[in-house]
T-cell receptor
Framework: GIQVEQSPPDLILQEGANSTLRCNFS?????LQWFHQNPWGQLINLFY???GTKQNGRLSATTVATERYSLLYISSSQTTDSGVYFC????????FGTGTSLTVIP | DSGVTQTPKHLITATGQRVTLRCSPR?????VYWYQQSLDQGLQFLIQ???????AKGNILERFSAQQFPDLHSELNLSSLELGDSALYFC????????????FGSGTRLTVV
């Protein structure tokens, strides 16, 4: 299957700081999505981004498919951004990375 | 509310028992996917149904089975439960067959004691 690596595994930020999360994948993919799992366990779709750049409020994502990586940018972080961020790529199934656990402290 | 409904939210059962988890997809979505999230294995794809037919199989144990009914809701059956089956089970739906446009339900937390 496709290997998906995310970095860093853990991140602690002061409220208001910016961060960049990275996702590397081992093969060509049809689809890439970023998800946020909040502290209550709910998985929320952030971006569908097989290539290019998208922005949604304080979050933006860029995927460079030819180089097999994607970046998620979080600006002006808030405590509600805490949780685990997953990157998932689709080949014949959806492969999830192991996630980046983000803690934003006030 | 994501539009994908999973019941029950929590389930506690004994080893050796059988349980059924239910998922109603978002209105208009034809594909249903089941995932298992455990501490040591992360998020693992189990199985996909599209419009009533099995489309893809992942790391699903033989003790587990699933189906999608004509009204498009899906059930995941887990039998001969073991302690290691304790996990969060997610259902997701999407409009088409491909793995995109996912919307996840809130999950069923299964505890086997």
């Amino acid at each position: 299957g496709i290997q998906v690596e995310q970095s860093p595994p853990d991140l602690i930020l002061q409220e208001g700081a910016n961060s960049t999360l990275r996702c590397n994948f081992s093969d060509s993919v049809n689809n890439l999505q970023w998800f946020h799992q909040n502290p209550w366990g709910q998985l929320i779709n952030l971006f569908y981004i097989p290539s290019g750049t998208k922005q949604n409020g304080r979050l933006s994502a860029t995927t460079v498919a030819t180089e097999r990586y994607s970046l998620l940018y979080i600006s002006s972080s808030q405590t509600t951004d805490s949780g685990v961020y997953f990157c998932a790529v689709a080949g014949n199934q959806f492969y999830f990375g192991t996630g980046t656990s983000l803690t934003v402290i006030p | 509310d994501s539009g994908v409904t999973q019941t029950p939210k929590h389930l506690i059962t004994a080893t050796g028992q059988r349980v059924t988890l239910r998922c109603s997809p978002r209105s208009g979505d034809l594909s249903v996917y089941w995932y298992q999230q455990s501490l040591d294995q992360g998020l693992q794809f189990l199985i996909q149904y599209y419009n009533g037919e099995e489309r893809a199989k992942g790391n699903i144990l033989e003790r587990f089975s699933a189906q999608q009914f004509p009204d498009l809701h899906s059930e995941l059956n887990l039998s001969s439960l073991e302690l290691g089956d304790s996990a969060l089970y997610f259902c997701a739906s999407s409009p088409q067959q491909g793995h995109y446009g996912y919307t996840f339900g809130s999950g069923t937390r299964l505890t086997v004691v």
